[in-house]
Each structure stands twice: as structure tokens, then as C-alpha cells.
């Protein structure tokens, strides 16, 4: 077996301030569309036409990176939070039976407040006009 | 008698960025004549009255000598492949690289170094590998233009009627390979450097699926543990940038990236597989660029079937609109594994959708729907379980070689 050296690049090689090229420049409008379409919690505050080198390219494109990883890792943790309650049926037909009963006492006792209020103006009216 | 195809179970691309296949490995037809580099008799002619023949030259450097990044958008590649022909039957004659590169600097002299190559001292990696593995004398870009929709190719089997750098790939015909092997029950996963450099699949897969992307830290961990998927995509870093751990520099060699940087990369992939011996036994490793970054390449990029879309004159900007049906420049691609006879030249003709159609033929089988690109585009690996057909296996030797180099990287 050969063993082959390969030489390293010079630390000069490095230059975080080179200007952006084309393909940098396009990943970064790939990753500005792809920022749109998440919620707004998750959005970065980088203002990209102002990007100019390639260290300003990668802050921005980590950011962008992390943050769908991050949407989509929340995403899925309240799809598990979700899931099991719907796996039991018991579960569901008694949500399904308490919700529409709660939402019907609250619509009823609102409806008996409605009522006794108007009532109560109508007899201080006629007390009014009594007067 | 069972040969290296029946020991694969891992295919391992990596995709580096816009350098030509003269300009890398050119100088390897010095070294093995069934190489079709270059001879140092090949021209362009420059840009003045007398157009005066510019030849190819050993003097690439790593770094500062390609500034501003050879233009490698559609009009730009037409230039180079017509020459700046534009008329209706004119002929490929790669003739227009000087003069392409010309027209961004206006400086004669300046221009004559997008006919340089590198020696073979200068790449020790990948002319080390071109030479032990299997090289592709005629792996060609997908399409004459630039990166994106070239990498679409690699994913996708197609750009979708796109020649531009158009993110856009959302509720397409065709799944990427990657969707197809999940589907299958396959593993897959494409390997970005790290989320500093992410992906250049943004648009579609890392926003809807980004379960299917690995860190390459996470890859050459997967080595190390035998946990590597079926088919695993690599990118390289697009950038300089600081880390956690320090800084990071680009290794994806595009112009002006250090292209040392990139031998250091390959070599590291290399090794990470050849390392485990279990992987090194069962993997193939493609290294092969998106396109040539407006590089000199003598071989003329041969017509192809049509894709069932077409790019209109406006979306080419050349006035003509393209069928998608003549592929892209030369680009280098070598394939590596333990079971490929030292010194293998291949002739037949790929390009990147090459790599959806082996890897979907390999693992799954028959497949469809696919775009008319890739399900005539030839595989670089024959069918898993069917009979190999002996001229066309790459990886066919009945016993694995021990003489494979090792990188001290």
C-alpha cells in the first residue's frame, strides 16, 4: 500500500471577507424563499441584500438552516403530543360529547344573562316612565 | 463466479463544484493514453484582430488566478461550446472559452488562464484515485449552464425546464431519488458540510424534508459505526466561515476556493470509508463535479435525448430556446472501490442524471415515472441481483485488491 501525502492549504487561504459569488449569492435567495414560508417565530432579523461577504452568507444561511430544522422538530413534537389522544377512541367520543355540551351551557347561561339584563332594563324603564 | 457488484450495498456520491475535466485530470493522458486529456496542442483564439491561438498550459494555481469566477451561465457556456457562433447550423467547437472569459475582464492576457491546467503533482488525490479506481472519459454536466439546475440532475433526474440558478422545484413530476428509497424502504441521505454551509437543495427537500440531511461530521461518524445509509449524497463547504470550533474553509473548489482545500476534503471521504473495513468492502465512492465553472474542456458535449420540457429563448438568453437535448462540459468523475481493476478508463457517456437512474436501478429497480433525461441516461453500476454483464461491470474483480493507496490526511 502506497501511502500518498496530501498538503494543507495555507492559513492565508482563508478569507472570511471574500465577496459573495454567484452561487452563494443564489443559496442565500433559496434560503430567503424558504424563510418566508415559516412562521414568523422562527424568522431571522438579517436583511439579506445587504449581504456582501461570505462570512455575512454563512450567518445567514446557518440561521435560515437551523431554524427550519427547529420548525420542523416542533412540529413534529406537538404531532406527538397530539397523537395519542387520538389513538383512544374512548378519549375522543368524550371530548367530542364534552365540548358541544360546554359550548352549549356557555352559549345558554350567556343567553339567561342577556335575557335577565333586559328584563332588568325594561323594568327600570317602565320604572323611569312611571316616574 | 460472484464478483465486487455482489458485495455493494453502499453507493456514496460526492459532488464538488465547477472545474473541467482537462483542467483537473488533463494531464493524466501523459501517464495513461487511454485518458482522453490533453496533448498541449490544443487552442482557443484570442480576442484580437488576429485572433491569435491561446494554447492549453500546465500553470493553474490553487488559489487567486481565476478572479472574477468564470462566467458558466447558459449564454456564457454557449459562447464557449459555439464559439459565439449563433447561427442556425453552426457546429460545437470549444472555441470560445478565451473569448467568453474575455468579455468579463476585458484583458487579453488575462483571459488565456482559463485555457490552464494542473499537474499531476499539483492533485495528488483525485489523480492518484483517477488512476487506481475507474475514471469517465466522458462524464459531461447535465446541462450547458450553471450549478443549480446541473445539481437538479443529481437529485432529481431533471431540472424541470430550468437552465438558471431558479430554486423553484416545488410540486414537480418527479420525486428525487432520495423520496424514492424512503419510499422503498431504502435509506438515504444527502450529507451537508455543516448548517454554516447547508445545502444547495434548500427548495425543496430541506424544507420538507429534513430528516433526509446529515452533517458531514454525522457521515464520518456513520463510517466509523457501520451505520452508513444505502445511498448517501455529499456536499462539500461553499464557504469560509467561523465555527464553534474554529475557522472553516471552503472545500468545495469552486473559483476562488483553495483547491488544495478540496483534495483534503476527497481524501478525508476516502479514508472515513476505507477506514472500516466492512464499508470499504461494500461501498462505491463517485466523486464527480456539477460543471465545468467555465473552464477550458476540449471534447465536445455530445447531443442527448430531449427532456420533456424545454427552456424558452427568454430563459436561455440566447435568443434560442433549448430542448435539453445536448448536455453540458466535460466534467471530471472517478469511481472508487476495491473491487475495480487498477487503471479502468471508461468511455461510455454519462452526465448527473446518470446517478438518480444507477442508484434507483440498483436498489429498487423498476421505477417510474421519471423524466425522459434520466431514464435514458446510462448507469454507472449494473442492477443489484441480475447477472452483470462483464463489459459493463466496473466493479469486476472476484477478489479485493489490498493495493490501494492511503491518504495521509
Redesign the interface.
Known sequence: ?????????PRS????Q?PV????T??I???Y??EK?LPLRYRTRIYTNAIRT??E???Y??E???A??RA?DDAARSRDRQTPRRTRVIDIAAVAEDRPLRKASTKRKAKKKSAQKSAKKTSAKKRTSRK | MATGLDRLKHIVVLMM?NRSFDHMLGSLKAVNAKIDGLTGTEVNPDTTPAQNPVPVRPLAE??GQLDP?PDH?FPAVDIQIFGGDKSQNRTANMQGFVKSYFNQRRDVQHSQKIMYYFTRDQL??LT?LALEFAVFNRWFASIPG???CNRAFAHYGTSFGRVD?N??YINEPFKSIYQRLVAAQHTAKVYYY???????E??NL??NQ??LFGTYAQFLQDCKRGQLPEYSFIEPN?????TDSG?E??NDQ?P?H?V??G??FI?TIYNAIKQNPDLWESTALLIVYDEHGGIYDHVVPPACTADQFTASANATETGMEFKFDRLGVRVPAVLVSPWIPKGTVVDRVFDHASIPATVTRFFIGDYAPRSPRETNADIFIEPNGAPADPARNLLSLTAMR????????
Open positions: 500500500m502506497t501511502l500518498i501525502h496530501v498538503p494543507k492549504p487561504a482563508v478569507n472570511q471574500r459569488s454567484s452561487l452563494l443564489t443559496q435567495e433559496h434560503f424563499l424558504a414560508r461570505e462570512a452568507a454563512a450567518r444561511i446557518r435560515v438552516t437551523d427550519i430544522h420542523h | 463544484e490553487f488559489q469566477d451561465h495528488p488525490v492518484t450553471p450549478t443549480i440558478l430554486p423553484l455543516d448548517t454554516t454551509s447547508s445545502t444547495m434548500v427548495a430541506l424544507q429534513p430528516k461553499y464557504s469560509d466561515h467561523d475557522e474553509i471552503a469552486h476562488d483553495h488544495q482545500a483534495e483534503l481524501a489490498t493495493d490501494c493507496p492511503d491518504f495521509d490526511a
